[in-house]
């Protein structure tokens, strides 16, 4: 009785076969497993927009405020009523959404910051939307129709509580504490969270928050997704956010006194 069987060179083709074909689709498993993430980022922040905007129905068309006077009560608390749930302030890209022991005080660990930049070479205006509470500020924050072009000005944008806490050796760094829950553009609060925004002029090799990117956490494929005025939400690199801050101010998003 004649027996049949793989002969070692063909197994060896088989096997050569299969680790072809799992260096090929496994890249692109994890771009789809990517994808997923930030599709489910993308949906939370437009929760969160929905949240706000019913925030401001209720508010005579005001946005909230990023922070009090005393660096409480931030945004993400203002509006979780609006939403009934934590998780949705927080990206699944995020790798650490923890608060440290005892610092409970702080607020929510959050994964998104709002749009409070302040005016460069004017510290006591505020050119964003959702600026801080205190009350050296003018304004604290804005009614939508004092936007000058809601689906061109960032509202909301990614700032993962990882980085914060990845970039800062002190456990003040709860993002929703203080500057930790706005971007402000200005590096005066580096020590408690960094708030700068993009800036296309600068290296975009730079040690975070001090490069093209800013404070802007860039997880998905080298973009971050962003909350506009209008309530949509945007998947983009960080740096088309404002690509050219001396020559073409008109292209910065996250100044909303642009006309």
């Known amino acids: 009785m004649k027996r049949t069987g793989f002969t070692l060179i063909e197994l060896l083709v088989v096997i050569a076969i299969i680790a072809i074909l799992a260096a090929i689709l496994f890249p692109v498993f994890a771009k789809v497993r990517e994808k997923a993430r930030q599709t489910s980022c993308a949906s939370n922040m437009k929760q969160i927009g929905v949240a706000i905007i019913q925030y401001q129905q ?3 068309e005001k946005f909230p405020t990023a922070y009090d006077d ?16 934590i998780a949705v302030y927080r990206c699944p890209d995020d790798s650490n959404t923890a608060i440290p022991p005892g610092l409970d005080w702080a607020g929510v660990a959050l994964s998104y910051a709002s749009n409070g930049l302040i005016k460069p070479g004017n510290t006591n205006t505020m050119i964003g939307v959702i600026g801080n509470g205190q009350s050296w500020m003018s304004p604290q924050s804005v009614a939508l129709s004092a936007v000058g072009r809601p689906s061109e000005t960032i509202m909301v944008a990614e700032k993962h509580n990882a980085d914060v806490r990845a970039y800062l050796t002190t456990a003040t760094n709860i993002s929703e504490w203080g500057p930790g829950s706005s971007f402000d553009g200005v590096s ?13 002029e600068l ?4 040690v975070y928050p001090l490069g093209a990117n800013g404070a802007v956490s860039v997880k998905h494929t080298d973009q971050a997704n962003f909350l506009f005025c209008d309530g949509h939400v945007k998947s983009m690199r960080p740096v088309n956010t404002d690509p050219s801050r001396t020559k073409h101010p008109e292209l910065n998003m996250w100044d909303a006194t642009r006309q």
């Open 58 to 60: 209720d508010y005579d």
């Open 70 to 85: 005393a660096w409480h009560h931030g945004w993400a608390t203002t509006t979780q009523p609006y939403i009934k749930s």
């Open 188 to 200: 005066w609060w580096d020590s408690v969270a960094p708030g700068e925004i993009p800036d296309g």
């Open 203 to 206: 290296s975009a090799t730079a």
